[in-house]
């Protein structure tokens, strides 16, 4: 299963929990849940890359970068347009294998590290997967990262934290589906 499947089944699902938000006709873009997904692999590949000694690649631009950078006119537009332009876009032209793998990795480091590392085991391992809740999901991102997905989604933190700790679980589990992180090349098939 590519990245792309993965985004567009979590579409249907990445509704915001306010019933006025559901009445709003669907736009042919991205959810903001699987946004908040996306650009969460793209902080943590980011981190990733500058730990790992490597120059920052993002071109000058605002800080944190936005997913939807590099559309015209700013649009969110498909998941696919998001996929080829982001990724490449968001870290400057570096291996969209690179990028999920590297930000895959990141991100279930700094889980370990905040005391979830048994939580993202069961998501990453062939068994079921365990739930996180949202305050422990807020503790292991940080302020700064909850911030930069909020204003890179346009989400208020509540419905942000509520998609993330619903969604990344099963997202986690669908980008390792042989019970381990895939390899660069394995990734860059995903994409």
């Known amino acids: 299963m590519g990245l792309l499947d993965i985004l567009n089944s979590i579409q249907a699902d990445g509704v915001s929990n306010d019933p006025r938000a559901r009445a709003a006709p669907s736009s042919p873009g991205m959810s903001p849940t699987a946004k908040a997904l996306l650009a969460l692999l793209a902080i943590y590949a980011m981190k990733n890359l500058r730990r790992a000694g490597a120059p920052p690649t993002q071109p000058a631009g605002p800080a944190g970068g936005n997913v939807s950078a590099g559309l015209p006119g700013g649009q969110s537009g498909t998941l696919g347009d998001l996929l080829r332009g982001t990724l490449g ?103």
């Open 89 to 191: 876009g968001v870290l400057g032209g570096a291996a969209a294998g690179t990028v999920l793998n590297g930000g895959l990795d990141g991100l279930l480091k700094q889980l370990q590290q905040s005391g979830q590392g048994d939580v993202a085991r069961s998501w990453v391992g062939t068994g079921p997967n365990k739930t996180i809740s949202q305050g422990d999901l807020a503790s292991a991102l940080g302020t700064d990262t909850l911030d930069k997905l909020s204003e890179q989604t346009g989400m208020d933190r509540a419905d942000l934290l509520s998609g993330l700790s619903q969604h990344l679980p099963r997202f986690v589990d669908q980008l390792t589906p042989d019970g381990r992180l895939p390899t660069e090349e394995e990734a860059a098939r995903m994409v």
